[in-house]
């Protein structure tokens, strides 16, 4: 063995030295294993370790000989472990059913009295809940709107008014350490909708009042712009980096207002798409530039093709399809006049109709 650690004989010759033979490549796993202080918390063994070979670093972590515990490693399969885990998550999660069941509030939110954009908003979030009942799962709500932004936008709203409500049962992993269990992830936990008089999901939508959410034609642009803005500003996320400030980000915002403003949804993807093409194209080898510099070259590309400078070439570019959203399809099916197509117009009161 000290021939071994602490020359650099080689192995074969060590072989013949010792009259051993073996399989010359795993000599290490031959050696004895060494015994440690340590003792495993589960049988009180003293733990073991095998000694590495030669040319590797020390990569054998210490293990009980008895139940296979392993403390170096936070998902140690062993048994004791398996079960000490399996109780930290039934304390956690009786821990969050105890909180959360405290603070549902015992009045419920009226319907009625929310405004006519949050009215379409949870008539979107129904089609989301697939089971009877009221319960909807946070994932399921990253498919309400086009973009995430959006999306935070609405559910935040329905957590104040207490229009939703965390349901006691939702999953541990939702729930972050710091301040447990207050602080989640929005899109982790799952939901309980708060509204008076409604038993089933179901009859929320049935029961809405297009008829009069349509006679709210301000309120019907509003949601149609956001759908339009967020849909595009979804391509400008992946050039806001970590230097840009909020000038920048307000100014990226005036932009693709401008753009929404002159070029139905599909359009103005495209154009977004073609001016994210050229940052790409113009910037892929050079990193030196700062993220401020990449945002304003962007910027000034939509520009060029909104001006004319850069000519869109239309009939040559493959457009950008439709975002997969629920809000979309419950906007587009039941506000938008028949006879006008969501990718092709642009949002006004006019299109609205009467
Ligand atoms: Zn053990
Ligand atoms: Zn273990």
Redesign the pocket.
């Known amino acids: 063995m000290d021939d071994y650690y602490n020359t650099y004989k080689k192995v074969g010759d060590m072989f013949k030295e010792y009259g051993v033979t073996g399989d010359i490549r795993r000599i290490a796993s031959e050696f004895p294993l060494r015994c440690l202080d340590e003792k495993?918390?589960?049988?009180?063994?003293r733990?073991v370790k095998r000694m590495p070979a030669r040319s590797m670093s020390d990569r054998f972590l210490p293990k009980?000989?008895?139940?296979?515990?392993q403390p170096d490693l936070d998902d140690c399969p062993?048994r004791?472990c398996q079960e000490k885990r399996g109780q930290d998550r039934a304390d956690k999660q009786a821990v969050i059913r105890t909180y959360y069941t405290n603070v549902m509030p015992r009045v419920k939110a009226r319907y009625q009295w929310l405004p006519t954009a949050e009215k379409v908003y949870l008539a979107a979030m129904v089609c989301l809940m697939r089971w009877k009942g009221l319960t909807v799962v946070g994932d399921a709500l990253r498919v309400l709107t086009p973009s995430e932004i959006f999306t935070r936008q609405i559910v935040n709203t329905f957590i104040d008014k207490r229009v939703l409500v965390v349901d006691p049962n939702s999953p541990v992993d939702a729930f972050k350490d710091e301040d447990f269990p207050k602080k989640y992830n929005l899109f982790g936990v799952n939901y309980r909708l708060n509204l008076e008089g409604f038993e089933n999901h179901e009859d929320l939508f049935d029961d809405a009042d297009w008829l009069a959410i349509r006679s709210d034609r301000e309120a019907c642009l509003e949601i149609w712009q956001k759908l339009v803005f967020y849909d595009c500003f979804e391509k400008v996320f992946p050039f806001i980096g970590a230097g840009i400030d909020q000038t920048d980000l307000d100014q990226a915002k005036e932009v693709v207002g401008e753009l929404i403003n002159q070029y139905p949804v599909e359009q103005a993807k495209t154009i977004l798409n073609a001016a994210g093409i050229e940052v790409v194209m113009t910037f892929w080898k050079n990193d030196d530039k700062s993220d401020k510099e990449i945002l304003e070259f962007f910027l000034n590309e939509i520009k060029k093709r909104m001006t004319g400078e850069v000519k869109m070439e239309w009939s040559r570019i493959a457009l950008s399809g439709p975002a997969e959203s629920t809000l979309s399809d419950v906007f587009r099916d039941e506000i938008l006049p028949f006879d006008v197509d969501f990718e092709e117009a642009i949002p006004s009161l006019e299109l609205l109709g009467n």
């Not at 009980?64 to 515990?69: I, K, R």
């Open positions: 495993c918390p589960y049988d009180g063994s733990l009980c000989p008895v139940c296979g515990h062993c004791g």
